[in-house]
C-alpha cells in the first residue's frame, strides 16, 4: 500500500485540475447551474450551458468568459419533452467531439392547493426534473464514453433537492413557509425522489463503461425557483438553518468541481445533502436570528 502511495501524485494541483474537461451544464444560465458553470470556468474548463432563453444565455455568457481563463458557450434548448432533448444532444455532438462532465441541472417547481392540484402540475415537473434527465444522459453517452477510463471516468452530476428526501414541505402553510395553507409543492418532492432513484440505476448501468453518475441534492440557495421565498420570507427560511444562512455559490460550485475532479474518481451512486445540516440536525431556531 505505501509502495503503490509513493507511486501516485496525490498533488492538490494534480487531483484537482479541470483544465481539460468539456461540460455542459443544463439550466446554466441562472441559479445553481451558473453557479457550476462559473466554477469551471475560473478553471480552465471548456463550458456549454443550455436553457430556454437566450437573453440570458448570453448575459451569462460573456461574464463568465471575462472571468476566464476557461471559456463559455451556450445553445438555446427547452427540454420538456423527448424532442427537446434529443436536439440538445444533437447540437452538442456538433460543437464537441467528447464531453468529460454532464451536469443535469435543468428542474422546475409547482406549488398549488393540494384537493385542486392540477395534472400540468405534474407532467411538467416530471419532464423536467426527471424524463429530460433519463434522455440528455442518454443521448450525450457516444460523448461521455470518449477517452473515458477506470482511473479517469467521465461524470453526470445530477441535481435533485432535499425535496426528494424530507417529507415536510418547507413552502406548506402548515410550516409556517411560503405559500397560503393547503398550498405546496405536491408534485415537486416526489419528482426529485425520482431524480434520486433514476441516479442509483444510472450509476449501476455506467459504471462499467466508466462514467460515475452522482446526485446533489441541494437545501435553500438562491436562485430564480427561491427568489420568491427569499425576497419575503427570509427569516423563515434562516430560522431553519443552525448555521444561521443558506447556500452560497462556493457551496455548489465547490461540491461539483470534487464530484468532477480525479479525487471523486471513485464515487458513483452517492446522494450527497447540502443544506448546512438542517435536516439531520432537526434544527429550528427563532426567527429574526437571521445572521444574514
Known sequence: MTHQAAKDDLRVSTLFDFSNHIVLVTGGATGLGEMAAQAFVQNGSHVIIASRKEPELKS??????????????????????????????????????????????????????????????????????????????????????????????????????????????????????????GHGTFSYGPSKAACIHLTKMQASKLAPKNIMVN?????????????????????????????????KPSDFGGLVLFLSSMGAAHMTGNVIELDGGSTLTGWRGKRGESKM
Open 215 to 247: 446526485v446533489i441534492c441541494p437545501g435553500v440557495f438562491p436562485s430564480r425557483m427561491t427568489s420568491f421565498g427569499l425576497s419575503k420570507y427570509m427569516d423563515t427560511l434562516v430560522s431553519g438553518q443552525p448555521t444561521g444562512r443558506i447556500g
Open 60 to 181: 451569462t455568457s460573456s461574464r463568465l468568459n471575462s472571468l476566464g481563463p476557461g471559456r463559455c458557450e451556450y445553445i438555446v434548448a427547452d427540454l420538456k419533452d423527448k424532442a427537446g432533448c434529443v436536439a440538445l444532444c444533437e447540437e452538442v455532438k456538433r460543437r464537441v467531439d467528447r464531453l468529460t462532465v454532464l451536469v443535469n441541472n435543468t428542474g422546475a417547481t409547482w406549488g398549488d392547493d393540494y384537493y385542486d392540484f392540477p395534472e400540468s402540475g405534474w407532467d411538467k415537473l416530471m419532464s423536467l426534473n426527471v424524463k429530460s434527465i433519463f434522455y440528455v444522459t442518454v443521448g450525450l453517452e457516444p460523448l461521455l464514453l470518449k477517452g473515458a477510463s477506470p482511473d479517469s471516468p467521465s461524470r453526470v452530476i445530477n441535481v435533485a433537492s432535499m425535496a426528494g428526501i424530507q417529507t415536510t414541505d418547507v413552502t406548506t402553510g402548515e410550516t409556517g413557509g411560503l405559500s397560503k395553507p
